[in-house]
């Protein structure tokens, strides 16, 4: 069973960046599939990356794409997800889980964190 930790959230402007972490512990991380996702107050929670265990297969939904980027280090048990030209509708929880599906989904993933508050002002 993995158990995964974000951080790296925080207050920025709309355009702004952030780099959100992602750290794990147990030892199935690495033949784990790892989406991030977000939840917004009264919305549901939805997928914003998901990279493959392998690092070979990526995806992002076009709400993010080509502002997003997901990456792992299998080594360090570590997930990024780095967030660029951010909006105000991208004010959100983020989290990081860990998945055995392809393409990670919020039923199928599992080692939910506590999540970071990522607040975009305009």
């Known amino acids: 069973q993995v158990q995964l930790g974000e951080s790296g959230g925080g207050l920025v402007q709309a355009g702004g960046s952030l780099r959100l972490s992602c750290a794990a512990s147990?030892?199935?991380?690495?033949?784990?599939?790892v989406g991030w996702f977000r939840q917004a107050p009264g919305k549901e929670r939805e997928l914003v990356a998901a990279?493959?265990?392998?690092?070979?297969?990526?995806y992002y939904p076009d709400s993010v794409k080509g502002r997003f980027t997901i990456s792992r280090d299998n080594a360090k048990n570590t997930a990024f997800l780095q967030m660029n030209r951010l909006k105000p509708e991208d004010t959100a929880v983020y989290y990081c889980a860990a998945s055995s599906v392809w393409v990670p989904n919020p039923t199928t993933s599992s080692g939910w964190g506590q999540g970071t508050q990522v607040t975009v002002a305009s």
């Open positions: 990279i493959s265990w392998t690092s070979l297969s990526i």
């Open positions: 147990g030892r199935t991380f690495g033949s784990s599939h």
